[in-house]
């Protein structure tokens, strides 16, 4: 049980990595430089496709937490880098997604002109150390 344990643990952070990676740094900034994507379609895009990541991040937070919890063999820094990266998604999901969430449906009501959401470096930030944790994390679980 507690090898089996272990590599859910390892797979779940770096699938969980991997996704952050792939959709939040790649993907979209990316979909803004698209041909004929305009900000409100390409926030109408981000809305599904983060909406779409943040559950798979729960699920696979859960899978970590419940790796992590049962196997033995992880020490101190596989358990904090852990807890960094469900503190930053849960501040992602709790405090900064709904300020994002308002601006995003003013846009798509057509308000254009408003202010920029200062929301959204927040958000950005807390991807940083998201992915720097699981980073940590992932290293922390292969290296037992």
Known sequence: MGSAMAALGVAATFVWFGMVLAISFLEAPLKFRAPGVTVPIGLGIGRLVFRALNVAEVV??????????TAAEYGASATVASVVALAALAVQLI??????????????????????????????????????????????????
């Open 95 to 144: 405090v900064v997604r709904p300020w994002l969430s308002k601006r995003t449906a003013r846009v798509l009501a057509g308000d254009t002109e408003g202010p920029r959401s200062r929301a959204h470096l927040g958000y950005v930030a807390l991807e940083v150390v998201k992915a720097v944790a699981l980073l940590v994390a992932g290293v922390a679980l292969v290296t037992g």
């Open 60 to 69: 696979l937070g859960a899978a970590v937490v419940v790796a992590v919890a």
